[in-house]
Every structure is written in structure tokens, then in C-alpha cells.
């Protein structure tokens, strides 16, 4: 189990990193923005990728009536976020320590892994949510109206992950460096998981 128990402590630990990486990254270009503008997503809130992205990107969307970004204080999730990822992290090397002691069976990594797992689909869900509602909630009395072809008013919501063409704007959103490490952290707690339960038929 000492294996098992390491790889689970490190996998824990992995998700610390969230705190100093971003965990996703959405970028928009354009002819008259050869550099594109970008925002990073981080678990305590969102940052522009060069100094003045977060505000040419909000004088853009005033035009649309699109919704500034929201602040850290705004939003309750980069509230809520931190706590759950420390929470998480904390437990799982706890586990990973106990499983040193021969007091935590692998089982118990299975159970973290899949509540982590749980965690993050929930996550994902409701960063849709935000990008569906910063895209389409629009103010009537913007400057611009864009409509489609039947006379709906355009939707302007950044893709969940890829690639999509908003008016004369290419956007691409993909997953950052904080996703790449939750993505190990929890490979490494799943290798764990079949590490010791080998161990202990092997006992």
C-alpha cells in the first residue's frame, strides 16, 4: 500500500496547483486585433492575459449589451471554488497518509476519485451556465442589436471548449494549465486506486 498511499498523496496534492494556474483560457481575435484579447479563468476569479485585455474586452461587449466580466466578489462560485478544491486536496492526503498506516483501503480512493470526478463535471456545468448567460443575456437598450437571419437576437456566448465565429471574431476557449493538473491529479489517485487493490490481493 506504501505506493498506493504515495501516489494518492501527490495526486491530493496536485490540486493545490489550481491556486497558482489558471484552469481555462478564452481568447478572441479579429483583423483589427492582431494580438489577440484573452481572459483567464482561475478558480478565484478571472484575469485578463495581458494588462488591459479585461477592459477593451468589457468596452467591446457594451456595444452588444453584453455583460461585464463579472468580479471576484460578484460571482459566488470563486467563493465556493477554493474551498472545495483545498477541502478536496486536504482529504485526499489525508487518505493517502492514513493509507500509509494501513488505515484507509484503496476503496476509499476509489470514493475520493469519484466525488472529485462528481465535483468537476459540476463545475463544468456551471461555467456553461455563466457563458451561456454572459452570451445571451443582452441589454435591450444596447447601441448595436445583432439579429439572425429569423430576426432573433444573435447569441454571443463563447464556446464551452474549440472554436466558434462571433460577428467578425474569432473565439477559442480550451482548457489551461489548472485542468491539465487536475487531469493527472486525479489519473494518479485512480492508479492508486488499482496499485493497492493489487497489493492488498497480493498480501
Not at 482529504?91 to 476509489?110: D, H, Q, R, T
Request: glycine share 8%.
Amino acid at each position: 500500500m506504501v505506493k498506493s498511499s504515495i501516489l494518492m498523496i501527490l495526486g491530493s496534492a496536485i490540486l493545490l496547483g489550481l491556486f497558482v494556474f489558471p484552469l481555462w483560457n478564452i481568447m478572441l481575435g479579429a483583423p483589427q486585433y492582431p494580438v489577440p484579447l484573452g481572459m483567464n479563468i482561475h478558480i478565484t476569479g478571472i484575469s485578463g492575459v495581458s494588462e488591459f485585455d479585461l477592459q477593451n474586452i468589457d468596452g467591446l461587449n457594451h456595444y452588444i449589451g453584453m455583460q461585464t466580466i463579472p468580479k471576484t466578489e460578484e460571482m459566488v462560485e470563486f467563493k465556493i471554488f477554493p474551498i472545495v478544491i483545498a477541502t478536496m486536496s486536504l482529504i485526499g492526503i489525508a487518505l493517502g497518509v492514513a493509507g500509509l498506516y494501513a488505515k484507509a483501503k484503496p476503496s476509499y480512493f476509489l470514493i475520493w476519485l469519484v466525488v472529485m470526478s462528481i465535483l468537476s463535471c459540476i463545475g463544468m456545468y456551471d461555467f456553461n451556465l455563466w457563458l451561456t448567460e454572459y452570451g445571451t443575456n443582452l441589454d435591450p437598450q444596447a447601441i448595436m442589436k445583432m439579429v439572425d437571419a429569423q430576426g432573433n437576437p444573435l447569441s454571443y456566448k463563447p464556446p464551452l471548449m474549440g472554436h466558434r465565429k462571433i460577428l467578425n471574431f474569432d473565439a477559442y476557449s480550451y482548457p489551461h494549465t489548472g485542468a491539465y493538473l487536475m487531469m493527472v491529479a486525479l489519473i494518479l489517485v485512480l492508479t492508486s486506486y488499482f496499485i493497492g487493490k493489487r497489493a492488498l490481493k497480493n498480501e
